[in-house]
DNA sequence: GCCAACGTTGGC
DNA sequence: GCCAACGTTGGC
């Protein structure tokens, strides 16, 4: 059985559409502890919903699948990325990614207004008040309900 | 180890 | 643009 799980990305800064035409991507630049200990725990074949925040219509757009498991960051090396952090090095590692491919993008897409309505997901961290997380857990109840609804 | 200051996230 | 919430930093 695959685990479920929730990326986060601002579509002006990358897209579902910029995963459509990737097709894979390594999910790099995340740089929350919580975060990153998720992407640890994944496995190949997980699935994972593409939510966009920070945009007129905050909601989920698609799903994705993990291709590849954790991997030391690259971008945590580079001074010139926007993600540079000099206390990551390629001997002790501080930041990893998985690798996602593109499945689906939704035809219109679940706004958080939408989720924020349906009992089931009420325990959603998505849905927590305060709550920042870029990459979070997703029952397998809270996917079935959504899928419903996109 | 405490905690104030600061920076970031992200909905509205 | 506002601002609440939260994580991180760094002085002590």
Same mark, same amino acid.
């Given at each position: 059985?695959?685990?479920? +799980? #929730?990326? @986060? %990305?601002?579509? !002006?800064?990358? %897209?579902?559409?910029? #995963?459509q035409?990737? *097709?894979?991507?390594? +999910?790099? *630049?995340?740089?929350?502890? &919580?975060?990153?200990?998720?992407? &640890? ?12 925040? %920070? =945009?007129?219509?905050? $909601?989920?757009? *698609?799903v =994705? #699948?993990?291709?590849?498991t ?16 000099? @206390? ?14 593109? #499945? ?23 849905? !927590?008040? $305060? &709550?920042?997380? %870029?990459? &979070? ?5 809270? +996917? ?7």
């Amino acid at each position: 059985m695959p685990n479920y +799980w #929730l990326f @986060k %990305s601002e579509p !002006q800064s990358y %897209s579902i559409d910029d #995963l459509q035409r990737d *097709g894979t991507t390594p +999910w790099s *630049g995340v740089r929350n502890y &919580q975060a990153r200990n998720f992407m &640890q725990a994944m496995s190949v074949g997980d699935e994972a919903f593409f939510y966009h925040s %920070s =945009c007129a219509v905050p $909601g989920i757009v *698609g799903v =994705c #699948l993990v291709v590849r498991t954790a991997y030391p960051d690259a971008t945590a090396f580079d001074s010139r990325s926007e993600y540079y952090d000099p @206390k990551s090095s390629p001997e002790t590692p501080r930041w990893f990614n998985v690798d996602v491919k593109f #499945l689906r993008a939704f035809s219109d897409v679940v706004p958080l207004t939408r989720l924020r309505e349906i009992a089931t997901l009420t325990n959603m961290p998505l849905l !927590q008040r $305060g &709550q920042r997380l %870029s990459v &979070q857990p997703v029952r397998a109840t809270e +996917w079935r309900a959504i899928l419903k609804l996109a």
